[in-house]
């Protein structure tokens, strides 16, 4: 299944009988690709629901002096339409290694270089990072699991994505 790491707003939501909770902006999104499920309407009406994105967040607890307006989201789809036309209109959400990925290709191993990046897209990347905190000593050689440990201690220190998994 295809994957991405995407950087997204913190959105806050009121749930019925839970109260008001914090959450990535992409678990408000579709997936369009998933065939919806059968439930009920908020009037308790059968109704088919639809499913959402997989994914896995480095999210802050939401305490004073922590980053709590953005998180890191490990995102598995079927259909990413979506999540393209969220980036499109909405430049705090980003593909932070700008393509998709397969699970099983073993690909936070890799490096910018190893993946033919061009200096421009490592320039890109290093800006991602360098906005919520610091690529220094990384470069086009470092691993993608690095650059995204990176950014996600700047949110919860010791973050490592490597081993991070959806079903």
């Given amino acids: 299944m295809p994957c991405r790491w995407i950087l997204c707003p913190v959105v806050s939501r009121f749930v019925a009988g839970h109260g008001t909770g914090r959450w990535p902006l992409v678990a408000d999104l579709v997936d369009v690709g998933r065939v919806p499920q059968p439930g009920t309407d908020d009037d308790g009406r059968p109704t088919l629901l639809p499913k959402g994105f997989n994914l896995s967040a480095v999210i802050s607890d939401g305490q004073p002096g922590e980053i709590n307006n953005w998180c890191l989201c490990f995102v598995r789809y079927v259909d990413a339409s979506t999540l393209d036309e969220q980036a499109a209109a909405n430049p705090a959400f980003v593909n932070v290694l700008e393509r998709d990925y397969e699970e099983g290709d073993n690909f936070l191993a890799r490096s910018p270089t190893t993946d033919g990046w061009s ?15 610091s690529a220094g000593g990384l470069n086009a050689s470092s ?25």
């Fill in 119 to 133: 200096p421009q897209r490592v320039t890109r990347l290093k800006t991602i990072v360098n906005a919520r905190g």
């Fill in 143 to 167: 691993p993608f699991w690095a650059w995204l440990a990176r950014l996600g201690s700047v949110i919860r220190p010791g973050f490592e994505p490597r081993g991070t998994w959806v079903g």
